[in-house]
């Protein structure tokens, strides 16, 4: 999958994400993806911004299960919107390297 049609699967599983419970505030492709460096088997990691994040385990179960309807390659990150910042290593990787969707 090139990246332009990972970036509009994980579009199109965002939206479906905001159609249900999730208060998503940003996301990111990150990783591989991002960088220009994915092969055939790479998974397409997203950093989900939320606000609705309760739980950070049953979160993560239930983005995962969601994503089988769009592409297993999806790898979904939660992170607590306050959590997201500068001040975060895995965030501010993310912040320099990702592309916002």
Request: hydrophobic share 35%.
């Amino acid at each position: 999958m090139d990246q332009k049609t990972a970036v509009k699967t994980v579009n199109r599983y965002l939206d479906f994400l905001k159609k249900r419970r999730y208060k998503i505030k940003k996301s990111y492709i990150f990783g591989s993806y991002s960088k220009n460096t994915y092969t055939e088997d790479s998974d397409i990691d997203i950093a989900i911004i939320m606000e609705n994040i309760d739980d950070h385990f049953d979160t993560q179960i239930d983005l995962m299960k969601l994503r089988r309807n769009f592409d297993t390659r999806i790898e979904p990150h939660p992170i607590k919107v306050e959590d997201f910042n500068d001040s975060n290593p895995f965030a501010s990787e993310i912040i320099k390297t990702g592309i916002e969707v």
